[in-house]
């Protein structure tokens, strides 16, 4: 029996009791990718004999996170969430898309059987869930009552961001709802663009960048990972967690650049949770990091 589990069988038993927040409580830049099974990161990222079985446990030796994007197609059995937890490092954190059943199908109607069923299973990540991504339908127009009827199944203790896409969402009201219920807005980048506000609604921040403008296409250029830094600094203190995943996977460019944020953002002296090092792997054209990570290790102090 782990921690989390020891303390979800005391809280059971004592009502009022609340597991700690998912994720890191220490205030850190956590960086990683949207999804880690990609084939053409093979030879780019992933060995080239390495069976695909391994990816994960390769993966989180470089990266202390990673944003589940599967979940929201179909939503994995609980066994494989345990498998997660049980393959990766203790200081390893799984953020995890919301089925596409609540978001788009039923379009956040009726949310009380599809957020329990989705936290039932996504609880056998234990201590290492992240936050839960609400992506919203680019169709779905604003509609704060449902938005809050949502988020107020969640427990206080599991995060939540949520990136909607409309903008009819974009309103002093489902601020305040995502204030209320204490949710992170997703900042979002395409075409090294905020398509968000830069709200600030709760702790923590998540962002997501999904496609650059520099060359190859979809990298990020170095100023425009710039300015992410910057924004980030701007709005949360070292001391509140800040979740960055990188979308852009085709031809490994979500790993190039996440390793270049991380290294923007130590120079400007944040903390940063692990990335590969420097030293590129021979093989294909635009190869990248694969072996040792550089930032911190396991942090005894992550929840």
Do not use: C
């Not at 069976?51 to 996170?65: I, K, N, S, V």
């Not at 905020?194 to 923590?204: A, E, H, K, S």
Request: hydrophobic share 40%; glycine share 6%.
């Amino acid at each position: 029996m782990d921690r989390w589990e020891r303390f979800h069988m005391l809280t059971a038993r004592r009502p009022g009791v609340k597991r700690p927040p998912a994720g890191y409580d220490v205030g850190m830049i956590l960086l990683g990718t949207s999804g880690w099974q990609y084939r053409d990161w093979r030879d780019r990222f992933y060995p080239a004999k390495l069976p695909q079985r391994r990816w994960l446990e390769h993966f989180a030796e470089r990266f202390a996170t990673v944003e589940v994007n599967n979940a929201f197609y179909r939503l994995p059995e609980r066994d494989t969430f345990v498998a997660w937890r049980d393959r990766t490092p203790d200081d390893f954190r799984v953020a995890v898309k919301m089925s596409r059943y609540l978001t788009h199908i039923k379009r956040l109607r009726e949310p009380a059987e599809p957020v329990a069923r989705f936290l039932d299973r996504a609880d056998g990540l234990g201590d290492k869930l992240g936050p839960v991504l609400v992506q919203l339908p680019p169709n779905l127009r604003a509609d704060p009552a449902a938005l809050d009827a949502t988020l107020r199944l969640f427990p206080a203790e599991v995060r939540v961001a949520v990136e909607p896409r409309h903008p009819s969402w974009w309103t002093d009201e489902v601020r305040r709802v995502l204030e209320r219920r204490r949710a992170a807005l997703v900042w979002a980048d395409r075409l090294s663009r905020p398509v968000t506000p830069l709200w600030r609604t709760t702790d923590f921040g998540y962002l997501r960048l999904h496609e650059g403008r520099a060359r190859p296409w979809p990298r990020y250029g170095r100023t425009a990972l710039a300015s992410w830094v910057h924004r980030l600094a701007d709005a949360f203190a070292d001391t509140e967690p800040a979740y960055v995943y990188f979308n852009n996977d085709p031809g490994g460019a979500a790993i190039i650049d996440a390793v270049a944020f991380g290294g923007l953002a130590r120079a400007a002296g944040h903390p940063v949770t692990r990335t590969p090092t420097a030293r590129p792997m021979t093989g294909r054209a635009g190869s990248v990091p694969v072996t040792g990570s550089a930032g911190p290790g396991p942090a005894a102090s992550a929840t």
